[in-house]
């Protein structure tokens, strides 16, 4: 790299190479956010269908992969998506300790196939703020726009100063839109202009808005 | 804008290194799965923005250290780190006790940085981007970032070597 930059003193630059070779994460570890990612990426509404066909091959690797490693401790929950293949949603509950004391479970979107309804570690925030947005994203996928705009309603009620409100703003707007609501989708993407003016979330808003 | 078959090459190729980034960057261990989760999610749905001419990685990057530091992920009392250094075979076991105990030393300092230091430092010194690439996906000035830099490594020394004299 050139740079004006001083040298860093040798021993320095020795410990920051060793920084940069630590050795990888276990790759069980990595599989199980992979097939999280996997599920969240799949609810989006711009879903390509080869898109899909990897989801599906993650996803059944992974529930493989845990069914014959015996790495127990994930409830996992099929879900019928109409816009998309049926695909599995793997959540962990056995995360090393729990970042904050529980508290009630944000109501899933869909009902679990297992009859006992496993409760999922939440906690005020910044977990179930990133919770409600996520419902808020998973049924703008899955086509459950009231679902999408209650969960953006309660967000703004729990975070109306909260990190992800770009974020739900983007949510309610491109939920409102897809709900035939222009005028309430336009008159608050307006606002999310003017509050948000080089958010890159304006992109997918206008395209919502165009549709 | 990145495409869904390369965005599923994506995740599946940069999770181990993106894992490793945001525990640099102070995300707690029992943080990171959500974190990375969170990090590709964010990315899908700000894939527009995505300039494929560019390297993935420093994209990546600034949208890891913006949640980082943001959300607020990263707790007191952060659970000690569990993997290893890298050493061949033929390392003895003194060797990989110095090197633990530098790794240590390392995850001290950095803790020592706010987060602006932080970032460049992890960005440039240790993960090895270009400095137009950070300030790209850290969207700062050149010269800001050159300033940062300047400052992050004196903090950072002046932590290690603290650690190293406590040692």
Known sequence: MNDPLPSLPKDIAEALALEAKRSPPPQAALAQVQARIAASVAASASLAPAFATSVAKVTAAVVAALAVGGAGGFWVRTVSAPAVAPHIIVLPVTLPAPVAPPVEAVPAPVAPAAPREPRVVAAPSPQLERLLIERATVALARGDLAGALDACREHEQKFAQGMLVEERESLAIRALAAEGQMSRARARADRFHARFPNSMQAQVIDDALKK | ?167
């Open chain 2, 1 to 167: 804008m990145i495409q869904a078959d390369a965005f599923h090459a994506a995740y599946s190729n940069e999770l181990g290194w993106l894992w490793s980034t945001l525990r640099r960057l102070g995300v707690p261990a029992n943080a990171l799965p959500d974190a990375c989760h969170d990090v590709f999610v964010v990315a899908w749905e700000r894939r527009a923005t995505f300039r494929p001419d560019h390297p993935l990685r420093p994209w990546l990057f600034g949208i890891a250290c913006r949640l980082a530091a943001n959300r607020r992920v990263r707790m007191a009392g952060s659970e000690a780190l569990t993997d290893a250094p890298v050493l061949s075979h033929h390392e003895s076991p003194e060797a990989l006790l110095v090197a633990k105990q530098t790794l240590d030393r390392v995850t001290k300092a950095l803790d020592a940085l706010d987060d602006e230091k932080r970032q460049v430092l992890v960005g440039h010194d240790i993960e090895g981007f270009a400095m137009p690439e950070l300030t790209q996906a850290l969207a700062v000035p050149l010269n800001t970032a050159y300033s940062r830099l300047r400052h992050a490594r004196v903090a950072f020394e002046r932590a290690f070597r603290s650690e190293e004299s406590s040692a």
